[in-house]
């Protein structure tokens, strides 16, 4: 998420179900694969002559069958009679357009929806900028939130499209809309008559008393963030924030874009350099004047790595890796100086202390603290998982005696660690990781998530008909999140199988946020974003619109995609963002969803991973993609302890990384002096394991300009979501009343409450209350 003055932008209805329409004839039901569960009801449709089929074992059945059978999935999306399909949504003309507006049925489209945004936005900063009333006061708040709205649906429209359109041509205009809209917001940033009548309107009584709680709390985020950005500054201060911010994006996007150049370009071995390597392997590599030349990129040097038996090899090797260029360094270190040079213009000791002024962590000391603690709990653990990689070590180098904890630690070195694990038990790993896949096709999964939501939440997973035009690629699956109570509360669609040219991370992408439908909003504007209706309170909202991006490979001879346990957790930390995307409904656009501190965003996303790695939970969905049997539990149980072997040394690595992200952003950045290599190489002295003395591998750490000073956020929120598992589903995973306790203590309100009022409510731990450094002592005080 990403905060620009008026603007937060996030980069993170009814509907009557299909089935009481269809008979056992229809031809959805002819590729249903019978089941103990699936049974057929007594006719309740007046004419009807068929038997009908339970709504709740219908829709359990059908999301397997649309992400497991393309057949099946082609019949759903062209044979399904129109007339039977939802009618809450429907198809403008012959072909919608993304996401079913009616414009962006081409590049050309997304520019004129472009375009007819600014004019919108341009229209409603005219009428708030002149009407000074007192019905223009009292609604100034929800017009600056509605501009933002306007803005958003097309910049995290164009921020989607330039990621995953497979289409050259929607790329190029998605880039251009973005630039034209950062252009104007960027002015809209330093627009001192906005900030002031939002002061004005927040110190005025009168004006206040009218207000409702989340006008008030969207209010004062808004000011906070024109007043982050240096709005109330004089011309002069004004003039030097707005270039300091200008060099760091540029700078920025300059390391951003070489984070994966190597420092050198490969390097030259012998064949006595690569014994224990694979002939095949060997054989693979190019030859130069009698050596053979190991590239710096791709799978070749980390195949290397894994089984070449000689430690200088993979010395070289690993700081080839794990290097970049001397430019690279400079260009980082320069970023850097120019954030200390921003922090210092504000008033502020280092750009961290200007970062986590607004965060749940509050300032630089308290972030250091809990990962300085969670560093020396985790550090024993970590050793005792690698005490094994120094036995095999020593028995390697034919020696042998008993190593304390600081000798383990000093013994091994970050290249010993792809060569060892990859030894202990491989061929062991990979047969259960492929007989655990076979109990794991994504439609299985999806199946899983959708009843595990219905069970905590009262929610289910719905797939949808896709008309023609609304997604950007054929297999994409459009799901309807429906609730119990409320009807569809909104949709996510699913890209997750694998795709030339699509990019190999997962994400999760908030295209369209909730928000109340406005009493005077413009019939033509309601028909570019998709509506919902409340069947308890009859309001009407705009639909969250999500995209979830995978690269899940399908297995050919099977036609099925099938998941490692990896997989799965990723797919239930995806759909934990889209959940708090579904239920984070509040009036205004700012403060829905995951529109909420950045050190709070991840904890419904990370809570789900507990899920994914429960026996309980996997349990109800895991099933043969052939026999339908069960997962066996001694199967699980297996790979699950396999899975977690290095478990506490993974989050050591965390730790020293965000440890890094907090050094290099403190004021040791002021100093003419300051070498971010200096600083990397002081940080893995203190940390000791796996320590990296010989490499500059911190002008590689991407994370280093997007997160800023906030890569603890991941392992601050790991410790809350371990905190609130086991105080309210350890027990139980599938607690109704616990999972409701945790919708309305959290997820339901997106960012319109302090989240340590939330973490309170959900541990009932009053103490947290506060926010203070004993709040953050005792999030602290967790395994993770």
Sequence with gaps: ??????????????????????????????????????????????????????????????????????????????????SLASTFFKSIGKETGLFQNPLLVSPSGLRKF?????????????????????????????????????????????????????????????????????????ILNTNVELYQILRKVLTDPKVLDQLSYEEIKVGKILLAD????????????????????????????????????????????????LEGVDKNLIQSLERTKGYFSVPAYGYIPHALLTSCKK?????????????????????????????????????KESFAAYQLDEKMAKTPENVNDFLLKLQNETKPHSIAELRVFADMK??????????????????????????????????RRRQNYEQLSAYFSL????????????????????????????????????????????????????????????????????????RKIYADEDVEDLRLIQVGQSKLTNEKFQLPVISLVCNFGKNQNIGKCLLTLNDVETLFHE???????????????????????????????????HFANDPRVIQTFARHYLTDEPIPSQLLKAVKAENNYLKHTETYSQIKMALLDQALHSEVASSRAFSSNNVYHNQELKSRIFADLESNWQAKFGHLYGYGASYY??????????????????????????????????????????????????LEIPELANGDSRAMEIIGDTEI
């Design 575 to 609: 759909m934990g963002h889209a959940m708090h995307s579904m239920l984070g409904r509040t009036s205004l656009h700012n403060i829905s969803g995951t529109r909420c501190s950045t050190d709070f965003v991840e904890l419904p996303s990370i809570l789900m991973e």
């Design 1 to 82: 998420m990403k905060f620009f003055g008026i603007l937060r932008i996030d980069s993170l209805g009814t509907r009557r179900s299909l089935l009481r329409q269809f008979s056992t004839k229809n031809v959805l039901l002819n590729h249903l694969k019978p089941q103990a569960t699936f049974k057929p009801i007594s006719n309740s449709i007046i004419g009807s002559k068929e038997p009908q089929i339970s709504p709740i074992n219908y829709n359990n059945e059908l999301i397997r069958k649309v992400f497991d059978d393309e057949t099946f999935w082609r019949k759903f999306n062209n044979d399904l009679n129109p």
């Design 311 to 347: 430690e200088e090899t993979r010395r070289k090797l690993w700081i080839m890796i794990h290097s970049t260029s001397s430019k690279q360094v400079e260009t980082l270190d320069f970023m850097l100086q120019l954030r200390y040079a921003l922090a210092n213009l504000l008033g």
């Design 394 to 427: 020593q028995r390697e180098l034919g020696q042998y005696k008993e190593l304390n904890d600081e000798e383990v630690a000093d013994f091994l070195k970050p290249w010993d660690r792809d060569y060892y694990s990859n030894a202990y038990s491989a061929s």
């Design 226 to 273: 024109f007043e982050k950005s240096g709005i109330n500054m004089d011309d002069e201060t004004r003039s030097d924030f707005i270039t300091l911010s200008q060099q760091i994006s540029v700078v920025g996007q300059q390391y951003q874009n070489a984070v994966n150049n190597p420092g050198v370009n490969e390097i030259l071995l012998t064949q006595s350099d």
């Design 713 to 762: 956020s991941y392992l601050f929120d790991r410790a809350i979501a371990s905190k609130v598992w086991k105080h309210l589903f350890a027990d139980n995973p599938l607690d109704r009343s616990n999972g409701e306790k945790f919708k309305d203590s959290v997820l339901k309100w997106g960012g319109s409450r302090d989240p340590w009022l939330c973490v309170c409510d959900a």
């Design 114 to 186: 472009s375009k007819e945004s600014l004019k919108r936005a341009q229209s409603v900063v005219h009428q708030i900028t002149t009407d000074h009333s007192e019905h223009g006061l009292r609604n100034y708040i929800t017009n600056l939130d509605r501009l933002s709205d306007i803005l958003c649906r097309v910049i995290d429209l164009a921020e989607f499209i330039r990621v995953a359109h497979p289409n050259s041509s929607f790329l190029k205009a998605a880039q251009e809309c973005h630039e034209e809209m950062f252009e104007f917001m960027n």
């Design 443 to 514: 439609g299985s999964v999806m199946q899983g998530l959708s009843n595990l939501f219905k069970e905590i939440y009262g929610i289910q997973l719905i797939p949808e008909k896709v008309l023609s035009g609304e997604t950007w690629s054929a297999d994409v699956r459009r799901i309807n999140v429906v609730s119990d109570t409320e009807g569809v509360i909104g949709v996510v669609y699913c890209d997750l199988f694998e795709r030339a040219g699509k990019t190999p991370n997962p994400a999760h992408f908030t295209v369209c946020c909730s």
